[in-house]
């Protein structure tokens, strides 16, 4: 059974770029939620798919939005980056909608 | 909207003693608290979790206690071990909001030797 994996690891963007982040679920899950986690915070909820549709979001803007594939893997996609959007970037997933999540070990993002 | 309260923001503790962080929430419908460890480098990692109908949970060395009426709930690590060293995440979940978890600000456990 493997885990949440999620690519790239690290990623460098200057302000004003887009920029996509990947996640492949684990295996038999269904649902993945992203978080935001700037540096010595908590993760904040930013949004959650499940069979491919949007089922929930925080409180971010638009500009970050999500993708969830037939084989539940996902997408983050954050446009007109801002240096405040430089965090950890994570990927959890659960099976329908179930608490108990498995995380990855997030992509570090730095907009400069 | 919900709010999570976690306390110390830093706990150092001798190996072998025990540590407990103590977290607070807002809103009195949540019904799902979980504990999350998170090493450099990695994620968190999900280490216990306890439901409203229950008081207390235990796994060998952590336990958790919730008090449903001061809206309270903490984690407790007995016999400490260098590799308990890690920063520790309260979380609280309302199950009819899509199971959105609301973190606590994290407590950064240092088990010195």
């Known amino acids: 059974e493997t885990g949440v994996t999620q690519s790239p690891t690290h990623l460098i963007k200057t302000r004003g770029q887009q920029v996509t982040l990947r996640c492949s679920s684990q295996?038999?899950?269904?649902?993945v939620s992203w978080y935001q986690q700037a540096l010595g915070q908590g993760p904040q909820f930013i949004f959650q798919?499940?069979?491919?549709?949007?089922?929930g979001r925080g409180n971010f803007p638009p500009r970050f939005s999500g993708l969830q594939f037939p084989n539940y893997s996902s997408e983050l996609n954050v446009n007109a980056l801002e240096l405040d959007d430089s965090a950890l970037y994570l990927c959890?997933?659960?099976?329908?909608?179930?608490?108990?999540?498995?995380f990855g070990s997030g992509t570090r993002l730095t907009v400069v | 909207g919900e709010n999570v309260e976690q306390h110390p923001s830093t706990l150092s503790v001798q190996e072998g003693d025990s540590a407990v962080i103590k977290c607070t929430y807002s809103?009195?419908?949540?019904?799902?608290f979980p504990w999350y460890k998170q090493e450099l480098g990695k994620g968190p990692q999900l280490i216990i979790d306890?439901?409203?109908n229950v008081g207390e949970k235990k796994d060998q060395r952590i336990a958790v206690t919730l008090n449903k009426t001061a809206k309270h709930f903490s984690l407790h690590i007995t016999e400490t071990q260098p590799e308990d060293s890690a920063v520790y995440f309260c979380?609280?979940?309302?199950?009819?909001?899509?199971?959105?978890?609301?973190w606590g600000a994290g407590t950064k456990l240092i088990i010195k030797p």
């Open positions: 959890a997933s659960s099976l329908e909608r179930r608490n108990g999540y498995t």
């Open positions: 295996s038999g899950h269904n649902t």
């Open positions: 798919y499940y069979r491919e549709e949007e089922n």
């Open positions: 809103d009195s419908a949540s019904n799902y």
């Open positions: 306890i439901r409203s």
């Open positions: 979380a609280a979940s309302l199950m009819d909001s899509n199971y959105q978890l609301i």
